[in-house]
């Protein structure tokens, strides 16, 4: 079944290390990629998005990801997190009008 | 400019009894979405509408679930009647036509309504 999937459920890190969240996804042909936030409390907000074009996006908060189109993924990158940071990241493809979830990472950042 | 309105923020019912959310999505955004997010994971999509059409419900379980948007702006999803496996978030999303169809997709979401079935 065409899917997108998130390889870490659950992600601990302290504050200043390095992050990186993983998303494949099984959709041919062209596609519209996303990484949205949902932090505590909040509601889904969009993080960065690719279409077409350089396929390292960069986002709000110092995020950026990579499109490698050869491996249907679309990592979420940041240098260096903060507490700040600690929250939910969905991963998500638009395919003909649809737009399809990962399940989602939790990011929890120690101080 | 006023995000997604969505109401109630939260709802606990018995299961059996019916509910409903309602939705008003940003102004001129002529595509509606409806998604339910269980516990642990991501949003998945219940059914879209384009203006008053719904364009795809093919996720919508159909037995008790029914939505509306009458009159192409504010929607409703009604549940009837509920069952203990409805507990959930249901999200409420909108996007622009130009956003739509430029491949620049970007939804909005609401805050949600938070569904308890005791």
């Known amino acids: 079944a065409q899917s997108v999937s998130q390889h870490n459920h659950h992600v601990i890190l302290s504050e200043a290390a390095s992050l990186e969240l993983g998303c494949n996804y099984s959709y041919g042909g062209t596609v519209n990629l996303f990484w949205y936030v949902q932090y505590p409390g909040q509601h889904l907000q969009l993080l960065l998005k690719?279409?077409?074009?350089?396929?390292l996006v960069k986002g709000i908060k110092g995020f950026e990801a990579e499109f490698i189109k050869s491996k249907f993924s679309f990592n979420l990158r940041k240098p260096s997190v903060q507490w700040s940071d600690t929250a939910e990241y969905f991963c998500a493809v638009r395919k003909g009008g649809k737009l399809i979830f990962g399940q989602g990472t939790e990011l929890s950042v120690k101080p | 400019e006023a995000g997604v309105v969505q109401s109630p923020r939260y709802k606990i019912i018995e299961k059996k009894q019916p509910v409903a959310f309602w939705c008003n999505p940003i102004s001129g955004h002529n595509t509606l979405y409806w998604y339910r997010q269980n516990l642990g994971q991501g949003p998945e999509l219940l059914i879209r509408y384009e203006n008053e059409e719904a364009v795809d419900d093919s996720q919508l379980p159909k037995d008790r679930f029914s939505a509306e948007r009458l009159k192409g702006v504010d929607s409703t999803l009604k549940i009837q009647p509920a069952e203990l496996g409805d507990s959930a978030v249901y999200l409420c999303a909108s996007t622009s036509p130009g956003q739509a169809y430029s491949g620049a997709n970007v939804l909005t979401f609401g805050a949600g309504s938070r569904l308890t079935v005791l």
């Open positions: 690719y279409f077409s074009g350089d396929p």
